[in-house]
């Protein structure tokens, strides 16, 4: 049987937008030029979060929580997600973190689910600007805990039902919890903001934002009101290791990226008549494109 109320992690990520990827996109090292770029909210973790609000409407008094590692601007995709339903989060930032692959971040963030301590952690299966996604299945590792990858709908509560999207069908897993759960972006699109959320949580905001001049003015309104202050956690809240975090404990070097353009080529229209189709297939053949 389930427990009657989850504390559900949602793994999410403020990614650069990869759509309008310039020649300054990538710094001499080999990482990604973030500033050069705007942050979005990673657009399969927006179907993971969905998948988090399902449960939490499915288990009331069950609590989700968004926790992310990036610079002190990441919080924006915390307070993104608590508009539309998530209770709270964690942005784990340190100078430490910076340049870090998939194999540091999946293991700082595996430091940082351990004190946080989910029933479940969900994550999008992958991010927009590495496309790798291993960062769920390595925390999944990490944690020694089961996972079930490819997700796309939660169709059963009495042992976790998981309905997942393969390459050439789909099948419904069972998985007792804890659980590590990745989704995928065919899955149902995350619940647009609630007016009344924003309204709730506009000033939520992190330590760090809370030295800036501009926010002073809401100090006695967190001190009166908890839930508008987002936990910030560095390297040392998470006893992690330092040297499998940053370019230190990452094997992986970026050569190269650039963006590609494809090109139209010649087009040729064809009309519905046997000598066109006849002509189409025989032009086919020729160039090896068919048999």
Same mark, same amino acid.
């Given at each position: 049987?389930?427990?009657?109320?989850?504390?559900?992690?949602?793994?999410?990520?403020?990614?650069?937008?990869?759509?309008?990827?310039?020649?300054?996109?990538?710094?001499?090292?080999?990482?990604?030029?973030?500033?050069?770029?705007?942050?979005?909210?990673?657009?399969?973790?927006?179907?993971?979060?969905?998948?988090?609000?399902?449960?939490?409407?499915?288990?009331?008094? #069950?609590?989700?929580?968004?926790?992310?590692?990036?610079?002190?601007?990441?919080?924006?995709?915390?307070?993104?997600?608590?508009?539309?339903?998530?209770?709270?989060?964690?942005?784990?930032?340190?100078?430490?973190?910076?340049?870090?692959?998939?194999?540091?971040?999946?293991?700082?963030? #595996?430091?940082?689910?351990?004190?946080?301590?989910?029933?479940?952690?969900?994550?999008?299966?992958?991010?927009?600007?590495?496309?790798?996604?291993?960062?769920?299945?390595?925390?999944?590792?990490?944690?020694?805990?089961?996972?079930?990858?490819?997700?796309?709908?939660?169709?059963?509560?009495?042992?976790?039902?998981?309905?997942?999207?393969?390459?050439?069908?789909?099948?419904?897993?069972?998985?007792?919890?804890?659980?590590?759960?990745?989704?995928?972006?065919?899955?149902?699109?995350?619940?647009?903001?609630?007016?009344?959320?924003?309204?709730?949580?506009?000033?939520?905001?992190?330590?760090?934002?809370?030295?800036?001049?501009?926010?002073?003015?809401?100090?006695?309104?967190?001190?009166?009101?908890?839930?508008?202050?987002?936990?910030?956690?560095?390297?040392?809240?998470?006893?992690?290791?330092?040297?499998?975090?940053?370019?230190?404990?990452?094997?992986?070097?970026?050569?190269?990226?650039?963006?590609?353009?494809?090109?139209?080529?010649?087009?040729?229209?064809?009309?519905?008549?046997?000598?066109?189709?006849?002509?189409?297939?025989?032009?086919?053949?020729? #160039?090896?494109?068919?048999?």
């Amino acid at each position: 049987m389930m427990k009657k109320t989850l504390k559900i992690v949602v793994l999410a990520k403020q990614v650069p937008d990869t759509r309008n990827v310039g020649k300054d996109a990538m710094k001499a090292d080999g990482t990604v030029n973030r500033a050069a770029l705007a942050a979005i909210f990673n657009p399969e973790d927006l179907n993971a979060l969905e998948q988090a609000l399902v449960l939490k409407d499915m288990f009331p008094g #069950s609590r989700v929580e968004i926790l992310t590692m990036g610079p002190g601007r990441a919080a924006e995709i915390i307070r993104e997600g608590m508009f539309r339903g998530a209770d709270g989060g964690v942005l784990l930032t340190d100078r430490k973190f910076a340049g870090s692959d998939t194999l540091a971040t999946s293991y700082a963030l #595996s430091r940082a689910a351990l004190k946080m301590n989910p029933d479940i952690i969900v994550a999008g299966r992958q991010a927009i600007d590495g496309d790798t996604a291993q960062v769920g299945p390595q925390v999944a590792e990490k944690l020694n805990w089961p996972q079930v990858t490819y997700a796309e709908e939660i169709v059963g509560i009495e042992e976790l039902l998981i309905r997942r999207r393969l390459e050439h069908g789909v099948e419904t897993v069972a998985c007792r919890l804890p659980l590590v759960m990745t989704v995928n972006g065919t899955a149902p699109e995350c619940r647009p903001r609630h007016a009344k959320l924003v309204m709730k949580y506009k000033h939520a905001i992190t330590p760090s934002e809370c030295q800036l001049d501009q926010v002073g003015c809401y100090a006695q309104l967190r001190e009166s009101r908890p839930y508008l202050n987002i936990t910030e956690w560095g390297v040392a809240d998470v006893d992690a290791d330092d040297t499998q975090l940053g370019l230190s404990g990452s094997p992986t070097k970026v050569k190269k990226i650039e963006n590609v353009v494809f090109a139209a080529k010649e087009a040729k229209r064809l009309s519905a008549d046997d000598a066109d189709i006849d002509s189409l297939i025989k032009e086919l053949i020729a #160039s090896h494109t068919l048999g």
